[in-house]
């Protein structure tokens, strides 16, 4: 047997990814190596394979814990794992639907659809914040126009059923220790033959297209949600409904602001002697607006002012989270002759005045039981 490369290799996750993680990984790559968007192209075709392989096991917490343990043997004749480990038999089937339910049509409560389609969509802060609508391309297969989605040449002629699967649109194939089923190589998972295949869309019925569709993505949309459009995905072909749109969005980071879940974070710096003063300072809200924060006199570096109702929206609720301004109390640099003067003074009176460093209080005394050994 080849050499198999490592299962969360394939999937490219690492070792303690968790189970959404693997689901995301999969979807991301089975999309793209997908035959039918990469026909006749044998490499994507081998990845195909082996990620859907390695989904098999790394999505089943039971086969995973085995494929930890054993490697690839868990799942060869002969190794160790062999004959040791019971999966429930027969489950495969159900795996397979599951694992094609979403990609291939397949079935949704019952039903036959076209596939459903992921896209990535990168916004900014400001676009999650405000909300924005976005224009993407979506390249996806519609129903070819030539043939009517028949995938015949000639409309008018019956299709007949696929002599290799007959009709059932997936075949079975041994896989070290296991079966899997595929969809069927004859009839591209179709369940039928088209003896005169239109020239448009080689029979399939259907042609890639690219499609452009206005998302709307809500204020306070966070980095990480997914959007479903639904209708929006693969058309299934003739008298089959199309499958669904799957908005994955990402938010990028803003140089200014963080954000946790509404809330939202801003460090200020303020001058040391600002910060011992007192002072009013005016600092940025994500809205492209400005406004003012009181700094009260003895204010320490990583004290947090509260700015109520200046956070994100919440999806689905009038709620609104709050902006916290962290002060960071900024040491200078590069003193003048004066400043150090001025500087050297202050310290001279301040080493006298304990009372003044509310930090150092507390700290020294600690220091002092330390070294007491009451600490
Ligand atoms: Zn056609
Ligand atoms: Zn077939």
Same mark, same amino acid.
């Given at each position: ?139 996806? $297969?519609?129903? *070819?126009?030539? !043939?009517? +989605? &028949? =995938?015949?040449?000639? /409309?008018?002629?019956?299709? @007949? ?33 088209? $003896?005169?295949? *239109?020239?448009? !869309?080689? +029979? &399939? =019925?259907?042609?890639? /297209?690219?499609?452009?569709? @206005? ?161």
């Amino acid at each position: 047997m080849a050499t198999k490369i490592d299962y969360y290799a394939v999937l490219e996750v690492s070792r303690d990814a968790n189970g959404d993680e693997i689901k995301r990984a999969y979807r991301k790559l089975a999309m793209k190596y997908h035959p039918d968007r990469n026909p006749g192209d044998a490499e994507a075709e081998n990845r195909f394979k082996e990620i859907n392989e390695a989904y098999d096991v790394l999505k089943d917490d039971q086969k995973r814990a085995a494929y930890d343990r054993f490697g690839h043997a868990a799942f060869e004749g002969g190794g160790p794992g062999a004959g040791g480990f019971d999966f429930g038999g027969g489950g495969l089937g159900d795996i397979f639907e599951q694992m094609f339910g979403d990609m291939m049509g397949g079935r949704r409560g019952g039903r036959r659809s076209g596939a459903d389609l992921q896209v990535q969509v990168t916004i900014t802060f400001a676009e999650a914040f405000a909300g924005v609508k976005k224009k993407i391309t979506v390249p996806t $297969r519609v129903t *070819c126009e030539s !043939c009517d +989605g &028949t =995938g015949s040449a000639d /409309k008018d002629a019956q299709p @007949e059923t696929c002599p290799s699967c007959h009709g059932a649109r997936k075949v079975r194939a041994q896989q070290g220790f296991f079966f899997v089923e595929r969809p069927c190589p004859t009839c591209h998972g179709s369940g039928r033959l088209i $003896r005169n295949p *239109c020239k448009e !869309c080689h +029979g &399939t =019925g259907t042609v890639e /297209k690219n499609r452009t569709i @206005e998302v709307t993505i809500p204020a306070g949309v966070e980095d990480g949600t997914r959007i479903r459009i639904s209708g929006e995905g693969e058309s299934g072909g003739k008298g089959v409904p199309a499958g669904d749109l799957y908005v994955h969005v990402s938010v990028e980071q803003h140089a200014i602001f963080q954000r946790d879940g509404a809330n939202i974070y801003c460090r200020v710096p303020v001058r040391m002697a600002q910060a011992a003063l007192g002072t009013e300072i005016e600092v940025p809200v994500v809205d492209g607006s400005r406004t003012k924060v009181k700094i009260p006199a003895g204010t320490q570096t990583g004290e947090h002012f509260r700015l109520r109702g200046k956070g994100f929206s919440v999806l689905r609720s009038s709620a609104r989270g709050d902006m916290y301004i962290q002060v960071v109390v900024e040491t200078p640099r590069h003193l003048t002759k004066r400043q150090r003067e001025l500087l050297e003074e202050f310290e001279g009176d301040a080493a006298g005045h304990a009372k003044g460093s509310p930090e150092s209080t507390g700290f020294f005394s600690k220091v002092k039981d330390f070294f007491e050994g009451k600490l």
